[in-house]
């Protein structure tokens, strides 16, 4: 029997994307660890993914297509052939798309695999079929709206520059769950006496790991503190006025117009960060040699996300940040125009225009919020909207809906799976061939198979073959593998892609996309400068305005758990198990004034919905604010619901991105009123 260490990556919505290596052992893999040889992951890997095999052997995992016979939700289903299932699919279809017009079927899907083939497989068939198409801007688009408005397509700061700075700010962002490779330049940096500044709504881990000061923001209120850090260095005299002069456009008329209604004492006001604080801040910033920030995307997914990141990214302008090694900013790195997706995408498969449905609207949509025709088919792949979308109430009303056809590929009986009339078993990464990119780090890396599917499951784009053949289209993309598909897009993509060390990239060694010189300071913008004065933006130039709030007492931070990545890993009891139950963490204060004590069930509720949870009383937590702990499961809920029956289908100001944290609850204890 075989057995050797073979060269992966870890599929997963994360921004480190680690080179991985799995011991395989016959037909199945033993064994997991980082690969030492990736030049930014280095070996580490995650609590999550350190026994992937437990995950790719789990007994949980979907063997066989599955066909409902109970009700919708029930979880009742029959075994099929994947020839029956595919031939059901594809009558309902096209009774569907008789009746209704190919815009009824709407696809549904997001990031639980970041392959470029196995993520963007679906397109190319439902642009065939004429079905919807939807928005996907469920995570940061936001946050990157923000940036283009100021920065265009300028290149962000590969994280490693961090190491070189001497003042980080960690802003809004979870490191050690989130993005824990991130922590190796933070410590290096700290180790030559850089400071870290974390700012946060409330004490997290990685503020109690990396941080020498921490900045406690009222939710949703980082723009107005940047404006005061802006104000703050016009006053102490700490811009770089070269800098402004030479590359900016737009300072004056924001020093001049904005600047000033923003002194620290208004500021404290508005994010109950004391004026004192505002000023040190200021200073440190200002006199930093080389100040960095990483960017989280907590902070953007408010009602004002898109001007928060606009504020932000003006930041390193007024200091020269950009032109300095280790200064600049890393919020998402959009890696995506190295390649010439369209390729799989293929849009040029669409006749005319269809229909657009914003995946934050799902509920909305499925329950009689589009315009004509209803939508009477869904295809959900690598997603779990039933957990991870806004507005669970909502969701669920649309996902039991009699008269809608449910498809869903997956890997494991997710609540969303439990509402599909046709379940189709999905291969994971150790089962099928991808290449990956990350929007953390410039690495870029291909993973071939290194075990056959188990039990029946198949990988998304042989399924979408499948259903290609199935609805009678004959093009050539559908009789390709994964594996050509990858050969065809490497060949084909622009020039970034070709100053890869191909070798290395064809025997599935992580390889880096190469850096222009200077890449921080080559401004693609259309002016060429850095565009603090927008005047394609209304208001031209960016301002504070407040989130949207509701009439709850409290803010609800969902923030990202240790032990889960979204909604996956919740099929791991051990992981499960680590995260605890269902917790929410308030202010002692708080509790003692609302009589709730340590481990009573509580509820959390506004006008959408009520999730009960388990009470953890920590001063970590400031007054005002409640910490949910990621993403769970319907099935391990203490009551009947999750975290999102209580988020809102609310769009951002700009970018169509989500607002989960923007989210107002009142909290009592479970059994009164
Ligand atoms: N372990 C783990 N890793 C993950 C994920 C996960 O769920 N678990 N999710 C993955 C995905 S899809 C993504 S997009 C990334 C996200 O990674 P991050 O950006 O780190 O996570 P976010 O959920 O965006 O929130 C980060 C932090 O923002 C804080 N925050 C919320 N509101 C505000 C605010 O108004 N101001 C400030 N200053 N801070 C605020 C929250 O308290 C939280 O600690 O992580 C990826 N990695
Ligand atoms: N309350 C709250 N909600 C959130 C967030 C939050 O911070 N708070 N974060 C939001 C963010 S940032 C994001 S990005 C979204 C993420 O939303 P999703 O992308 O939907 O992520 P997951 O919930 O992890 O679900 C992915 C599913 O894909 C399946 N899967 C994995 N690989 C494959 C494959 O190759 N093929 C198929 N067919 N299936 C596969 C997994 O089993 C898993 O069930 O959630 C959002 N939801
Ligand atoms: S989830 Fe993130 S940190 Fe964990 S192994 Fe995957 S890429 Fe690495
Ligand atoms: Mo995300």
Known sequence: MSNEWKKSVCPFDCPDACGLLLKVEGEKVTAVKGDPAHPYTRGLLCPKMAHYERSIHSPRRLKQPLVRTGKKGAGEFREASWQEAIGIIGQRWRQIIAEYGGEAILPVSYAGTMGLVQRNAGHALFHKLG?????????????????????????????????????????????????????????????????????????????????????????????????????????????????????????????????????????????????????????????????????????????NGAMTARLISCLPALVGAYAKPGGGTLGDLSTGSAFNTSMITREDFIDK??????????????????????????????????????????????????????????????????????????????????????????????????????????????????????????????????????????????????????????????????????????????????????????????DWFPPYGGSGEFSLMTAPSLYSLNSSFNESAELVAKKGPMSLTMNPLDANRLVLSEGQRVVACNELGEVTFILKIADSVPGGVVVADGVSWLRDAPGRRTINALTSQRLTDRGKGSTFYDTKVDVRAENCC
Request: proline share 6%; glycine share 8%.
């Open 353 to 542: 225009p269809t229909r657009i449905v914003s995946i934050n609207r799902l509920g909305e949509a499925l329950t009689g919020g589009v315009s004509e025709p209803p939508i009477m088919g869904l295809y959900v792949y690598h997603s779990n909207p039933a957990s991870v979308y806004p507005d669970q109430n909502s969701v669920l009303r649309g996902l039991s809906r009699e008269d809608l056809f449910t498809v869903v590929h997956e890997r494991f009986m997710t609540d969303t799976a439990l509402y599909a009339d046709i379940v189709l078993p999905a291969t994971t990464s150790a089962e099928h061939d991808d290449a990956y990119r990350s929007y953390g780090h410039y690495g870029l890396q291909r993973a071939t198979a290194c075990i056959p599917p188990i039990a029946e499951a198949k990988s998304n784009w042989e399924t979408f073959c499948l259903l290609a053949g199935e609805m009678g289209f004959a093009e050539p993309i559908f009789r390709q593998s994964a594996a050509e598909l990858l050969d065809q897009l490497f060949e084909k993509s622009g020039s970034w892609l070709a100053g890869v060390d191909w070798q290395k990239l064809q025997a599935g060694e992580a390889v880096t996309l190469p850096l222009p010189e200077n890449y921080k300071m080559q401004f693609r913008t259309a002016s060429g400068k850095i565009e603090i004065v927008n005047p394609r933006e209304t208001p031209e130039l960016p």
């Open 131 to 303: 079905a919807s198409r939807l928005e996907r801007t469920l995570c940061s688009s936001a946050k990157g709206y923000g940036w283009e408005a100021v920065m265009g397509g300028t290149l962000q700061a590969e994280p490693d520059e961090a190491a070189k700075s001497d003042l980080i700010l960690v802003w809004g962002a979870h490191t050690l769950a989130t993005n824990i490779h991130f922590l190796h330049p933070v410590r290096q940096a700290k180790s030559k006496g850089a400071k870290v500044w974390v700012i946060e709504t409330h004490i997290t881990e990685t503020a109690k790991l990396i941080a020498d000061r921490t900045v406690l923001v009222r939710p949703g209120t980082d723009g107005a503190l940047a404006l005061g850090i802006m104000h703050e260095l016009q006053r102490q005299g700490l811009l770089d006025s070269d800098f402004l002069h030479r590359w900016v456009s737009g300072f004056e008329r924001l020093a001049a117009e904005v600047l000033p209604r923003y002194s620290p004492a208004k500021v404290a006001a508005i994010t109950g960060v004391p004026a004192t604080v505002v000023t040190e801040l200021a200073e440190a910033y200002g006199k930093a040699a080389a100040p960095f920030i990483r960017q989280g995307s907590g902070l953007y997914r408010y009602g």
